[in-house]
């Protein structure tokens, strides 16, 4: 479909970089149709990344992502979720092409930035943990 959902992650926003990754993400024809800056619980985030719980970084995923607040956003274009995760590349930043978001902004893979949904189920799924029906425009 057209819609994904998208976090700057607590290292985004310790690090200053929200007005620069919202005009890359602009610049690159996504629309806003829903935004907020809001801190995820640790079961907020136990439950978000439900799929990874038996990986080894799980534990640290949890932490890093709860430590202060995000930015959360459903963001609008054609091949939104595919066109997306070539905006922000690879993973690990050490494998992202240069010019995406997390090239520039990513500290290392754990400490990478940004999220963007991995298929548009998730992204459905991911902007219904986040937004109410009146917060999506
Ligand atoms: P998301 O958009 O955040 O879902 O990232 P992704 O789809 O590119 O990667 P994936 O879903 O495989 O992993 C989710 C998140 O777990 C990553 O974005 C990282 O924050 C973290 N992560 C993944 N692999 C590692 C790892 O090997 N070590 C650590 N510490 N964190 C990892
Ligand atoms: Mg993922």
Known sequence: TNRTFTMLKPDSIEKGNIGAILEKINAAGFKIVAMKLTQMTENDAKAFYAVHKERPFFNDLVTYM????????????????????????????????????????????????????????????????????????
């Open 66 to 137: 709860t430590r202060g607040p995000i930015v959360a956003a459903i963001l609008e274009k054609s091949n939104a979720v595919e066109d997306f995760r070539a905006l922000i590349g690879a993973t690990n930043p050490e494998e992202a092409a240069e010019g995406t978001i997390r090239k520039l902004f990513a500290t290392s893979i754990s400490e990478n930035a940004i999220h963007g949904s991995d298929s548009d189920e998730n992204a459905a799924i991911e902007g219904a943990f986040h937004f109410a029906g009146r917060e999506v425009f």
